[in-house]
């Protein structure tokens, strides 16, 4: 009966700080724990938001750019792109998922990704993100264990 009071008593606590967690501190992890998302500030004035998925031995690059007129926050997942000046044929071989980053809160209303500065969601949906792991021709031999594209608040860097 005590470990059930202290467990409520700890989500009561923890709720509203995560819920306090501005987005580019914020850390997610996928249904079934085989993936992580770890936002972090982001360098540059034309990408908003910056990412790493970390998903078994696989440590993927992300970052997001905000499209003009219908404005969408459009991310993308890299693995090992070249550095330098690359060419769009090089950036789309390393290019692993790109898409629209939604949110998702309690009440299912869907929304898009917050900018810097502003509060964490409670839970991010990558569209399609598992299939693109999955059969990205880099990653043949590593069994995926992504299930699932919906992640959910996890922690808050410090």
Known sequence: ???????????????????????????????????????????????????????????????????????????????????????????DACTVWAGVIYTIDASGEVGLLPRPGESAPERLLFPDLAHAIDTFPDFSGIESKLSWDVFNLSGCQE
């Open 1 to 91: 009966m005590k470990a059930v009071a202290l467990a409520s008593a700890l989500a009561f606590v923890a709720g509203p700080c995560l819920a306090a967690c501005p987005i580019e501190l914020s850390v997610y992890s996928g249904r079934d724990g085989a993936a992580a998302i770890e936002f972090r500030p982001a360098k540059g004035a034309a990408v908003t938001n910056a990412f790493r998925l970390i998903h078994g031995e696989l440590a993927l690059d992300g970052f997001v750019m905000w499209s003009e007129g219908i404005e969408r926050p459009n991310g993308i997942l890299s693995h090992q792109c070249p550095d330098g000046d690359v060419t769009g044929p090089e950036y």
